[in-house]
């Protein structure tokens, strides 16, 4: 079949079981598999919820003619036999994020309204991964070599953690190349590398700074902070963003107000732990231990290219480093300052451990690297990305939009090869009341959802005609 025939077919598989997809994706979006380790069990490893979302996951494959197998609950995976054992594969993820507030949809039940699914999963990524293994089924409807056998693995601990591809690859290969339909359009090649850390100052005597707090999680901008000094609030003046207000007993309680983002766009947001530090600084509101802690923060949060702190750079691949420090506390009588890096090529975790070691060493604070993960890359010159570009081309028309990489990370960085693929167009603008992955109303355009299984099955059948090492 040439590529046009491949694209009428799958367009015509779409029409015949349109309700069939929808009523799959609602089967598992009325799953709350949100990750409940209290409740853990045999069988059952993240809770009772992302459990029931991979059996219900398996029964659908099943029912398709693959041979399924579930992994103790951890990660399951359905088979379509080849002409030989090596591997095509592709991974999405049948858990979710609490729905959280806020949500004009019941988020556990698919709404149709105005040609868009809603509900939480139909577009992270219990919709994606029911359409691209559709997409697997309508292959093997086809008459299409297929010297390679397709792996579809259902993860149940993405959002979480990802400890399921952790079990899963310590007992099975790796698919010879993978994608996953958890990302962008029209194909993500690599995903910078990950580094977080944390600096401790010194014991501190006598401090001004009784108590501080800032952010919520190591990897984003933070858009609060606020700490408690000795200090008389009327005393002090008023700046922008930042509010002080009497905390009794001779002491000033000034918070700071930023805008979060995530730590793969840092760009995006303002850091409160920053306004923050230049307050308490630009009014003497620390003593001189506190204040080179405060300034070595300072230096961190202030320039998110890492300039500040000696580890700025850049690649071809994935531009510039970034820098955000995500959290700050007290602990006892020291002060504790989390940061995470996306890192480029163009450096390494030692050089990155090496230049905060230094810093800290220079105050006598201690540096630890607590989370680390190279940057993932697949050229995008490399056969295998050129083929799901050219196959989004042909189905979409759009020859503007071309491979990129990621500050985040997902699935497809824990494999031999693989890339992140679809099933956002985050270029085509949807209604107000459609919400995006993680908060409320979560929805997804049943356009999109056809318009990317017709990509799947014209990538999947030309992956098929490479010579995959």
Request: proline share 6%; glycine share 10%.
């Amino acid at each position: 079949m040439d590529r046009k025939e491949i694209v009428a077919a799958a367009e015509a598989y779409w029409d015949e079981h349109r309700d069939a997809i929808v009523a799959d994706i609602a089967k598992l979006v009325e799953i709350p598999s949100t990750e409940d380790l209290a409740a853990a069990a045999p069988g059952a490893p993240y809770g009772p919820g992302p459990a029931a979302a991979l059996d219900a996951a398996l029964e659908i494959a099943e029912g398709m003619g693959m041979t399924v197998t579930n992994c103790e609950g951890h990660i399951g995976f359905a088979d379509l036999a080849g002409k030989t054992e090596k591997q095509l594969g592709i991974i999405g993820h049948v858990d979710v994020v609490p729905a959280g507030p806020g949500w004009s949809f019941e988020p556990f039940k698919v709404t149709e309204k105005d040609g868009y699914l809603m509900g939480r999963g139909c577009l992270d990524d219990k919709g994606p991964s029911v359409v691209a293994l559709h997409a697997v089924k309508c292959l093997s409807d086809l008459d299409v070599e297929r010297p390679y056998s397709m792996r579809f693995i259902f993860g149940a601990n993405e959002e979480t953690g990802m400890a399921d591809v952790m079990w899963y690859l310590e007992k099975y290969e790796s698919p010879a190349f993978l994608f996953t339909p958890d990302a962008d359009f029209p194909v993500c090649y690599g995903e910078k590398g990950g580094y977080d850390g944390c600096i401790t100052s010194a014991p501190i005597a006598d401090p001004v700074i009784l108590d501080i707090s800032g952010g919520v999680v190591t990897n984003a901008v933070p858009g609060e902070a606020w700490a408690v000094v000795r200090a008389d609030a009327s005393a002090l003046p008023s700046a922008e963003r930042i509010m002080v207000a009497d905390a009794g007993d001779g002491t000033a309680r000034v918070a700071a107000e930023g805008v979060n983002a995530h730590a793969a766009w840092p760009e995006r947001g303002i850091s409160a732990i920053m306004l923050l530090a230049n307050y308490l600084l630009e009014n003497g509101l620390c003593n001189q231990q506190e204040r080179e802690f405060l300034e070595l923060v300072q230096s961190l949060v202030s320039d998110t290219t890492g300039a500040g702190v000696g580890i700025a750079t850049a690649d071809e691949y994935f531009g510039p480093l970034t820098v955000v420090g995500g959290t700050i506390r007290k602990e006892g009588d020291r002060l504790v300052q989390t940061m995470d890096s996306r890192w480029p090529t163009s450096i390494t975790a030692e050089e990155i451990t090496a230049a905060l070691t230094k810093l800290t060493d220079n105050i006598g604070a201690t540096f630890e690297n607590t989370l680390l993960m190279v940057p993932f890359l697949v050229k995008p010159d490399d056969p295998e990305i050129q083929v799901l570009q050219d196959a989004f081309q042909f189905v979409t028309g759009d020859t503007e939009h071309k491979p990129f990489t990621i500050g985040g990370g997902t699935y497809a960085r824990e494999f031999k090869k693989g890339a992140s693929f679809g099933v956002n167009m985050p270029w085509i603008e949807n209604p107000d009341w459609v919400g995006g992955e993680h908060g409320p109303d979560e929805g997804v355009s049943e356009e999109l959802l056809k318009t990317s299984f017709k990509i799947y099955v014209l990538a999947l059948a030309e992956l098929q005609g490479l010579e995959i090492q």
